[in-house]
């Protein structure tokens, strides 16, 4: 079992940044791969960003290539969304999931593979 809980949303202009944290709790943070997804209000949750249990490899959803990095450090049990040149579009709750599985490649943008959610944090841009 692991906890998650999201960090850092808030409210930001149009091309300004915001970094998200997910802090885990639980098993061995290491032994997990990680997700950012996100659902706007009235449209199903959509995935974000993901990366590997060793960092080694990322993936991103085409909507946020280039503007968002994920990363994570296995010391602190924490992943991280940095979001830059955010648009209103971005607006949404943001979560971070956490998969047991040992390999996500091309499974990284399936809900299914992840088997633990945090709460939420709330990413709100304004035009």
């Known amino acids: 079992q692991v906890q998650l809980v999201e960090s850092g949303g808030g409210l930001v202009q149009a091309g300004g940044s915001l970094r998200l944290s997910c802090a885990a709790s639980g098993r061995t943070f290491s032994t997990y791969g990680m997700g950012w997804f996100r659902q706007a209000p009235g449209k199903e949750r959509e995935f974000g960003a993901a990366?590997?249990?060793?960092?080694?490899?990322?993936y991103y959803a085409d909507s946020v290539k280039g503007r968002f990095t994920i990363s994570r450090d296995n010391a602190k049990n924490t992943v991280y969304l940095q979001m830059n040149s955010l648009k209103p579009e971005d607006t949404a709750i943001y979560y971070c999931?956490?998969?047991?599985?040992?390999?996500?490649?091309?499974?990284?943008?399936?809900?299914?593979?992840?088997?633990?959610w945090g709460q939420g944090t709330q990413v709100t841009v304004s035009s």
């Open positions: 999931a956490a998969t047991t599985g040992s390999y996500i490649g091309a499974y990284a943008d399936k809900r299914e593979i992840y088997d633990y």
């Open positions: 990366i590997s249990r060793n960092g080694a490899y990322t």
